[in-house]
């Protein structure tokens, strides 16, 4: 397989394939100022095309998400056609090709989450936060995501708020877990 042609590889998959990566806090960025900042996550790289991916999670990290002009960027620098880099970003749940919230709200969809009233607590967000699985809000302060099973069983149901992880969660916890998800709400560093 040519590097044209690359797939994901062992070290990408490790990159990219937890969702639970934390989401920190991301001053929006203006366009010149992102084009420096995309300017120098690729620097720290060399041409090697399987970097990719690291420096795609760094603008995730940077940006909150993976935005166009580092598509391009990335594929002139790495040599790689921009198609592959943009299935990558549909691939990894942790790269997004849309802004996402300051905050990152997760409800577990998994069998067990499920059976042990996930889809309650997951309808209490949505009331809560206003926004459905796959939203973000419109002040840009929180994104709600759905997700398999994150491995935390024994805690159903779970909800994750940016890293912090939340078990046995019930209807009336919510409006607290959820607290520091409103505007103008302190991120915790
Ligand atoms: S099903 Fe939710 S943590 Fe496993």
Same mark, same amino acid.
């Given at each position: 397989m040519s590097d044209m042609q690359h797939q994901a590889s062992a070290p990408e998959a490790q990159a990219a394939a937890s969702g639970l990566r934390a989401s920190p806090s991301v001053a929006p960025a203006t366009a010149p100022d992102m084009r420096q900042r995309i300017d120098e996550i690729?620097? /720290?790289y060399d041409r090697d095309p399987n970097h990719a991916l690291a420096a795609m999670q760094d603008m995730q990290d940077a940006f909150n998400y993976v935005p166009r002009e580092g598509l391009e960027a990335l594929s002139r620098y790495f040599a790689r056609p921009v198609g592959?880099?943009?299935a990558l970003t549909t691939f990894y749940k942790a790269l997004s090709l849309e802004p996402k919230g300051r905050h990152i709200v997760k409800i577990c969809a998994g069998t067990t989450c499920h059976i /042990?009233?996930?889809?309650n607590i997951?309808?209490?967000v949505t009331r809560e936060l206003g926004i459905k699985p796959g939203e973000t809000s419109a002040d840009g302060e929180v994104s709600f995501e759905e997700v398999h099973c994150v491995g935390a069983c024994a805690l159903a149901p779970v909800v994750i708020?940016?890293?912090?992880l939340h078990g046995h969660v019930t209807l009336e916890q919510l409006p607290e877990i959820l607290a520091c998800c409103h505007a103008g709400s302190a991120v915790a560093s």
């Amino acid at each position: 397989m040519s590097d044209m042609q690359h797939q994901a590889s062992a070290p990408e998959a490790q990159a990219a394939a937890s969702g639970l990566r934390a989401s920190p806090s991301v001053a929006p960025a203006t366009a010149p100022d992102m084009r420096q900042r995309i300017d120098e996550i690729i620097a /720290r790289y060399d041409r090697d095309p399987n970097h990719a991916l690291a420096a795609m999670q760094d603008m995730q990290d940077a940006f909150n998400y993976v935005p166009r002009e580092g598509l391009e960027a990335l594929s002139r620098y790495f040599a790689r056609p921009v198609g592959q880099l943009y299935a990558l970003t549909t691939f990894y749940k942790a790269l997004s090709l849309e802004p996402k919230g300051r905050h990152i709200v997760k409800i577990c969809a998994g069998t067990t989450c499920h059976i /042990r009233g996930g889809e309650n607590i997951g309808a209490g967000v949505t009331r809560e936060l206003g926004i459905k699985p796959g939203e973000t809000s419109a002040d840009g302060e929180v994104s709600f995501e759905e997700v398999h099973c994150v491995g935390a069983c024994a805690l159903a149901p779970v909800v994750i708020v940016d890293d912090e992880l939340h078990g046995h969660v019930t209807l009336e916890q919510l409006p607290e877990i959820l607290a520091c998800c409103h505007a103008g709400s302190a991120v915790a560093s």
